[in-house]
Every structure is written in C-alpha cells, then in structure tokens.
C-alpha cells in the first residue's frame, strides 16, 4: 500500500525524471516519510537531498511541475518550489546532502523519526520501497516514540528542544527519557533562537488538540520559564480559586478548558456552531490561526496578578486590581517579543484588556442591546473570542474532568456566563452583522439639523445615534432626527 502510494505521486515521478537527465541520485528524507508510515495525510510538503548542483535540479523541478523555485537557506544550500493550483499549495524543499554520504547526513539530523529516507529511483523502479534508516526512525515510529540523534544536534540548532514538544504533541508521541534530560540539560540554549522560529514551532503547537500537555511538558523541563520568564512565580501565587493550587496551574486547566469548549461548539451554541468554527479556523497572519492565538491568551490572561496582588484585612484571599491592565502591558511586550503581525498584538492588547468585561455583566439584571452593541463595537469579531475566553477561564476553574454534557452541579458563574454568551452571540450573528454599515444620518446632516459647527460633538451624537440604531429603536432618518433632538448635549 505505502509502495503503490509513492509510485503514484505526480511530484515524486517528475522529480524522478528530472534527476535522470541530470544524472543526478536524488533521495525522499523527512516528513513526507514519516506521515505516510503513520497512516497520516501526505503530500504537500517533501524534503529532496542530492548530492548534485541544488540550485539547477529545483530550477529544473520548477520547469517540470510548474512551479516557482526560489533559494531558501543560503547556508545550506536550500531552494523552495512552490507550486499553487487554486487553494492548495504543495512546497518541494531541495538540499545538499551534509556529509560523505546519505547515512551521514541522516544522523545529522533532528530526530530519529524524521531520519529516514528512500532513493526515489527504488520508489518507482523497486517493487518494495527499502528505507535507509540508520538510526531506528520506523522502530520508533511503530512505538510512538521521539528520540533526539544526539544531543550535539540539540546543541547546533536548540529550536529542536520546543520542536520535539511540538511533535510530541501533533503526532501524540512521548519524549523519550533521554532526550528530556538532554533538553533539561540545555535548556538556556533555546534564548539563541531567532524569535520568529520560536512563534512558528509554539503557535503550530497550538494550533493542535494537545495544547495543554504541550505547554506543561515544555514547563516540567524548564522550556516555558526560558521562553516566558514573566511566568517565573506563577507556580507559588495562590490566587484564592478553590481545587486550584496557584496561578500557574490556573493557566494550565483555561488552555484545557479551551480545547474542551472548542471541541464541543455543536454542544454548546448549536445554532452557531459553523461559524464559530469558521471563525477560529481563520488565520490572523500567516501560520497563526485564531484558535492558536486564542490559546496563547487563555493561557496569559491573568498574566498581570502577581504585579496587582493585595491583601485586605479580614479576607481570606488577594484582590487582583486593574490585573486586566497590568496583564495588557505584559501580553502585549510578549507578542512584540514573540515578532506577531500588528494585528495580532492588537488582538492580544484588547483582548487581555477587556478580558473581565463578559464577566462583569453578571452585575446586570438584563444585558441591553446597547451594551452588546457596545462590545462588539469595540472589539468588533474579537468579541466572539472575548465570550469563549470568560467561558475557559471559569471552566478552568473547575476540577479538570470535562465532559459532555457538562456536569449538574456547575457553578451559578458559568452558567451564567453561558447565557449571557448565547444571547451575545444571538445578537452578532443575527443582529450586529446583518446591519447595514451606512448610518442613518452621517455628520454633515447632523450638523444642518441641529445647527452646530463641526468638532468631537459632532461624532459624539453620531455614536449614539448609532448605538439607538444598533438597539432598535430608531430606525428612519425621521427618526433618526427626533432622537437627536431630545439628546442633552451637554450633559
């Protein structure tokens, strides 16, 4: 099956009779082998080493699968061909092989699963495809299991330390035991690594259904704190959440109960459920799903307690002032850290800022369409992110026993929240994005109207006209006027 698979790939056969008219022997190496031994989707990413000139094979590759071919890693000799037919997009990565051979360059490389290679004369002209693995890549593929080559490779590129997590949690492997103590050992090495390479391997971590255990395992071997030293002390900071034994095991359980909640959207707002998947599946910049940043700011919501803890005589737990604007400034220097998109800081600025905002209409006896108007307003989609964000935090406040359906005996907050969250969901979807954008009356009319000259009360009227709008209860120009009149502007 692996065999007949290969053997009717399109790229693998045009590579193939590229490298003959070249004469040059070409090898298959990395995850595209990997992902077919387990079983997964194959396809759109392949590794090719050569011995030959890098540069004119992926020329020639590009010609033959009309493709775009570009230089890579000047280092190491790499070049990209990108090939794009409509939404797909398949990448073909060309390198020289590193050492005397094809033997020496595998154990050269990260991990022993991704060290296995085929010559891609024997895919095609072979009736069984034989894997040079020098190493026990297939072995430890067939026990799940991610071993490092050596820890010289963990030394030379340390990134390898938070790729074996990743992995690890992608893949639903287990570390094995002597590559964690390797990456315990050089743990101070990862700060050698470029931003950039850091957000790519953590975000696509994320971006899986194992973000929590990702993020624990790089905790246990010191990872996290080396990556996010704002983190150092969350574990002793006891934030008076009872069954939850510090801010740090707080951060863990929301990042779980965010996984929970993003898995069970059909269960939670049926009627929403498509959209809402849509709206997480969407990327904020390139290789950065919404539902990946979602997680990373499950995770550092409360980031700005240990700087707002205080103590009140008499109670038997800190108070957390203005955390949501202590927690804006710390998330906010992590994602520039981290080299995010504008708009992805933006996000995690408002985001961590507003985060207390779904709770605190627990206060209301009703939340009007003017406060869900007002939300959505402010933060506009982000809002969505805001209502499942308040749900995690009070989910990951619990025991960590999530089921569906949830428990009998959850506590009035949650409940609470998942009304209020329905009914501001209702409100965006049938309500907020339905409207038309163009106001009623725009400033000039304003201003003929009420006879007053242009400045801030101009747009001042105009939002609040907007909110009556947005609330019902104007719906013409006429109306729109009369509503106008009776606003006291100088109040």
Same mark, same amino acid.
């Given at each position: ?8 790939? /399109?790229?693998?056969? %045009? ?45 020639? %590759? ?32 060309? +390198? ?39 190493? /026990? ?67 696509? %971590? ?95 919501? =409360?980031? /700005? ?30 994602? +520039? ?6 708009? +992805? ?61 949830? +428990?009998?005996?959850?506590?009035? =907050? ?78």
């Amino acid at each position: 099956m692996e065999a007949e698979s290969l053997k009717k790939s /399109g790229i693998l056969q %045009a590579v193939h009779r590229v490298s003959q008219k070249r004469k040059e022997e070409v090898y298959l190496v990395g995850g595209a082998i990997r992902d077919l031994l387990l079983g997964n989707s194959w396809g759109k990413d392949f590794d090719f080493m050569t011995k030959g000139e890098v540069s004119g094979l992926a020329r020639d %590759a590009a010609r033959e699968t009309g493709g775009h071919a570009f230089p890579l890693d000047e280092t190491f000799g790499t070049w990209r061909v990108i090939l794009k037919k409509r939404k797909s997009r398949t990448e073909l990565d060309f +390198s020289l092989l590193q050492g005397k051979d094809i033997f020496e360059d595998l154990r050269q490389r990260d991990f022993t699963i991704n060290s296995i290679a085929l010559r891609i004369e024997g895919i095609l002209h072979g009736e069984t495809p034989e894997f040079i693995d020098p190493l /026990g890549g297939v072995s430890d593929l067939r026990r799940r299991i991610l071993r490092a080559n050596s820890e010289e490779s963990l030394r030379q590129d340390p990134l390898r330390m938070l790729r074996a997590f990743r992995f690890a949690s992608t893949l639903g492997f287990s570390v094995e035991d002597e590559t964690l103590r390797m990456i315990e050992r050089n743990k101070d090495q990862i700060l050698r690594s470029a931003g950039e390479r850091i957000r790519r391997e953590f975000f696509t %971590a994320l971006d899986g259904n194992q973000a929590g255990r990702f993020l624990r395992q790089l905790n246990e071997v010191g990872l996290l704190a080396k990556i996010f030293p704002e983190i150092q002390g969350w574990n002793d900071l006891n934030i008076g959440i009872p069954d939850t034994s510090s801010l740090l095991e707080h951060a863990f359980r929301t990042v779980d109960a965010a996984e929970f909640i993003l898995d069970h959207l059909d269960d939670l707002y049926p009627p929403f459920a498509r959209s809402l998947d849509q709206h997480f599946s969407q990327e904020v910049e390139e290789g950065i799903s919404r539902k990946a940043l979602f997680k990373f700011l499950a995770f550092f919501h =409360d980031s /700005g307690k240990p700087d707002t803890m205080t103590w009140k005589e008499g109670e038997s737990y800190p108070r957390f002032m203005d955390h949501d604007q202590a927690g804006q400034k710390i998330n906010t220097a992590i994602a +520039s850290r981290m080299k995010l998109s504008r708009r +992805s800081i933006k996000t995690v600025s408002n985001l961590t800022r507003h985060h207390m905002r779904i709770q605190s209409l627990f206060k209301v006896k009703e939340v009007t369409p003017r406060a869900k108007y007002r939300l959505f307003h402010d933060l506009g989609k982000e809002g969505i992110d805001l209502v499942f964000l308040a749900l995690s935090s009070l989910l990951g406040s619990e025991k960590p026993e999530y089921s569906w359906p949830l +428990s009998a005996s959850q506590p009035g =907050d949650r409940l609470r929240v998942e009304e209020i969250g329905g009914g501001v969901l209702e409100y965006y979807f049938q309500e907020f994005t339905q409207r038309v954008q163009k106001p009623l009356l725009d400033g000039k009319e304003i201003m003929e109207a009420l006879g007053i000259p242009q400045g801030k009360g101009v747009g001042a009227l105009l939002e609040r006209l907007r909110e009556a709008e947005f609330a019902g209860k104007v719906q013409t120009r006429e109306e729109a006027l009369k509503y106008l009149k009776t606003i006291d502007r100088f109040a």
